[in-house]
């Protein structure tokens, strides 16, 4: 048999960049928990957002069978990437191998977390705040990256987290920011969706914020625009937005 | 906390019916197994043909993970049902709690088994020989269907199989069945695919038979036509088939 490893690839930034975009991107995901009696796998579809660091978050009611299972062991596996037309196994997508973390309704970080998974999936407004649904958290302790058929890699949580030191100061204003730039730069956010992002169609705002970029909704579609560096400053979020707005305009002609 | 068993509902025929449309109707599925070391679940996607008794069958490389865990350990977990446009937990998909079963090469079902996935997916032609790639039957223990947000219900392997004393032989004379509808009988092919399956465009030839149906396919489209009854012998299939065709034919007046 060959060696597996001689099918891994090297780790270089285009296959970092891939799995950002698939993390990123994925309105929803294949979770896989372990179930509480004898440990079988089980795998359910769910939708998904992201926390400010990149990592996934779910929101899922205690009276599925996927919850059951990872309230009784943290540890899952979920598959991003959504397939589309044409050949399946062409589109590329990844696991992430987590530990799931509830996020309570005490817990500070809650607030956030909540704005954040409405704005991207509006209609779980309908249920979120019922008894017996929770986020949770899925941190990501590995990754496979399959590019497509033969291009496969290992990827460990440093290649796909965003870390920032503006992270904690960006999660607090961010509901703000989102907010006016909506409100108040609705061209700009236009010309984001059709210049930066590619799309031709559809009425976008913003519904996230963060160090590394931010992400656009429109109805059931999805956008992510990532920055050229990561911002290590919040103060530096105004001016990031305003350069990408101008420079977009000017690539107009 | 809500029982759990009042968010079930009973199962009845339109449960079963739409169960069996997902089964029969996905060209590739999430797959759950558990990974050798430490029994991590993992999550990949897998594309998916059917066989004569529409338990699902997959074509893996020995390769890859998801094969390590499944050789392992032959309990895994498939999730069918492609999501499409739209909100994602809205589409109905069916979850498999199933036990892998490897299907050598010597294994009187293997020829059999392998024309079924090749002529669903054409392109795995590419690489279905080679020494590391495998077919493994997946025998569902049971289910969970859920058709939409709210609309669950638990499935038995009677359920979702198919089980008529006919499928051995059908078996035997599917290859030479399939080419003749295909070469001889294009006309009514074309008539299943349009008329019956409701396939606007696309040029369709059928790609399996059993006692309970057929499939079609179009490049990377899939179509399933359900018989109105099971066939109990293989006598009836080409009479059924005539009669298919000339209700199609009249019901365009």
């Not at 959504?82 to 987590?98: M, N, S, V």
Request: include cysteine.
């Amino acid at each position: 048999m060959v060696d597996k490893k001689q099918i891994i690839r090297e780790t270089d930034d285009e296959a970092r960049a891939l799995a950002r975009r698939l993390i990123s991107g994925s309105r929803y995901g294949s979770l896989a928990v372990l179930l509480p009696k004898g440990g079988h796998p089980f795998a359910s579809r769910t939708a998904v957002a992201n926390d400010v660091d990149r990592t996934p978050v779910i929101l899922v009611s205690a009276l599925s069978e996927h919850t059951s299972g990872l309230m009784h062991d943290p540890r899952v596996s979920l598959l991003l990437g959504e397939p589309g037309k044409g050949d399946p196994l062409a589109h590329p997508r990844i696991t992430l191998q987590c530990q799931a973390e509830k996020i309570d309704r005490e817990d500070e970080r809650h607030t956030h977390v909540r704005s954040r998974f409405l704005r991207r999936h509006p209609k779980s407004a309908l249920y979120a705040d019922f008894p017996d649904f929770a986020f949770f958290r899925l941190n990501p302790v590995s990754a496979s990256l399959n590019g497509g058929f033969g291009k496969a890699y290992h990827l460990q949580p440093q290649d796909i987290l965003i870390e920032s030191p503006a992270s904690a100061s960006l999660s607090e204003l961010e509901d703000s920011a989102v907010e006016h730039m909506n409100n108040d730069h609705a061209d700009a956010v236009a010309i984001y969706a059709r210049i930066i992002a590619g799309q031709k169609t559809g009425k976008w705002s913003i519904s996230a914020i963060d160090a590394a970029g931010f992400e656009l909704v429109s109805g059931d579609r999805l956008a992510r625009v990532e920055f050229e560096t990561v911002l290590e400053d919040s103060s530096r979020l105004a001016p990031t937005l305003a350069e990408l707005a101008k420079s977009a305009r000017e690539s107009q002609g």
